[in-house]
């Protein structure tokens, strides 16, 4: 099971953290990542991290302002956002994925989602 949690109500312009926790799964064989959805739209891509933490690609929308991570040790994952802006607005969803794709139709295990609510 993956459990996302750190979500709220934040200010643009303010930082929100996000956490990932993982059971059932041995953690450090899973590569992980984020996916967002707003309400009548696809869910996109955020992030992802590889096994390791060596290997991190991040939605172009993202880039610069959020930061994927994970610690195996605690089987753990964080998404750290950054000048959060009203169109992060979303439920944001971890997932375990080994394919070599990332579309939403092909993740291998997707976790409860975690809304994060953005105002002006």
């Known amino acids: 099971q993956l459990q996302a949690s750190g979500g709220g109500l934040v200010q643009a312009g303010n930082p929100l953290t996000l956490s990932c926790a993982v059971s059932?799964?041995?953690?450090?064989?899973?590569?992980m990542g984020w996916f967002r959805q707003v309400p009548g739209k696809e869910r996109e891509f955020v992030a992802r991290i590889n096994r390791n933490g060596g290997d991190i690609d991040y939605a172009s929308s993202v880039k610069g302002r959020f930061t994927i991570s994970r610690d195996n040790a605690k089987g753990l994952m964080l998404l750290r956002m950054n000048s959060l802006k009203p169109a992060d607005t979303a439920v944001y969803y971890c997932v375990a994925n080994r394919g070599s794709t990332w579309h939403r139709a092909t993740i291998d295990y997707w976790g409860e989602g975690t809304q994060v609510t953005v105002s002006s």
């Open positions: 059932g799964l041995r953690f450090s064989d899973w590569p």
